[in-house]
């Protein structure tokens, strides 16, 4: 990535506190009043640079339409947040009800699909998924619509309790069956409503 000059970093930090100060970005002869500059010809060439550089982004003809941005951002898929909606046992399953625990921020690209208004999160607890490497503190995303397939993993309420399982139908009954050897098989007495299908894993670095 190409380094900015001493002159055009002095600009870019300017922008940014002005921005963070004022609410707004600095037109041109703003720019070229702080700095003293004779002219705002000698600002939008630096501007210029420091656009070709990649760490601005402006539109053409509008005066307060710089962005402070990075030669990175061109790399990075779009960004989104998906809603967290607290934790799912994934053991013995459990009578707690799913609220709203804050979102997740993730790039597109690296969980492999594109989230819709459908697309939540939650927070794994228990170990009965470790044979498909889905650990207590990991954060599992799910797809709520889409008929599950055998052998794929949901969230499902079975009997009115809520659990991580995999989706496996046997003599044309639904039943969840966990990965680990400890957890027996649930199959419902009452009903089994899924919740969502399971699409990506997100995990943490433990401390």
Same mark, same amino acid.
């Given at each position: 990535?190409?380094?900015?000059?001493?002159?055009?970093?002095?600009?870019?930090?300017?922008?940014?506190?002005?921005?963070?100060?004022?609410?707004?970005?600095?037109?041109?002869?703003? #720019?070229? +009043?702080?700095?003293? &500059? $004779? !002219?705002?010809? @000698?600002?939008?060439?630096?501007? =210029?640079?420091?656009?070709?550089? /990649?760490?601005?982004?402006?539109?053409?003809?509008?005066?307060?339409?710089?962005?402070?941005?990075?030669?990175?951002?061109?790399?990075?898929?779009? #960004?989104? +947040?998906?809603?967290? &909606? $607290? !934790?799912?046992? @994934?053991?013995?399953?459990?009578? =707690?009800?799913?609220?709203?625990? /804050?979102?997740?921020?993730?790039?597109?690209?690296?969980?492999?699909?594109?989230?819709?208004?459908?697309?939540?999160?939650?927070?794994?607890?228990?170990?009965?998924?470790?044979?498909? &490497?889905?650990?207590?503190?990991?954060?599992?995303?799910?797809?709520?619509?889409?008929?599950?397939?055998?052998?794929?993993?949901?969230?499902?309420?079975?009997?009115?309790?809520?659990?991580?399982?995999?989706?496996?139908?046997?003599?044309?009954?639904?039943?969840?069956?966990?990965?680990?050897?400890?957890?027996?098989?649930?199959?419902?007495?009452?009903?089994?409503?899924?919740?969502?299908?399971?699409?990506?894993?997100?995990?943490?670095?433990?401390?």
């Amino acid at each position: 990535m190409l380094e900015l000059t001493t002159k055009q970093q002095r600009i870019l930090d300017f922008i940014q506190k002005f921005q963070q100060t004022q609410g707004t970005v600095p037109t041109q002869q703003e #720019i070229a +009043d702080h700095f003293g &500059f $004779g !002219s705002r010809n @000698a600002v939008a060439e630096h501007l =210029r640079l420091i656009r070709q550089k /990649g760490f601005l982004e402006s539109a053409t003809g509008k005066a307060r339409s710089l962005r402070v941005t990075s030669a990175l951002t061109k790399l990075r898929s779009r #960004i989104v +947040d998906i809603p967290l &909606f $607290g !934790s799912i046992p @994934a053991g013995f399953s459990s009578e =707690r009800e799913q609220e709203p625990d /804050g979102c997740v921020t993730v790039d597109v690209a690296s969980i492999g699909f594109k989230p819709t208004r459908n697309t939540f999160a939650l927070r794994i607890v228990g170990d009965s998924m470790i044979g498909k &490497f889905i650990c207590d503190g990991d954060i599992a995303v799910f797809e709520h619509g889409p008929e599950p397939r055998p052998g794929q993993i949901v969230a499902a309420l079975i009997d009115r309790k809520n659990t991580l399982k995999t989706f496996l139908v046997k003599n044309g009954k639904p039943f969840l069956k966990a990965e680990n050897p400890k957890y027996p098989d649930l199959i419902p007495s009452e009903e089994l409503v899924i919740q969502g299908v399971f699409r990506a894993l997100i995990r943490r670095a433990k401390e």
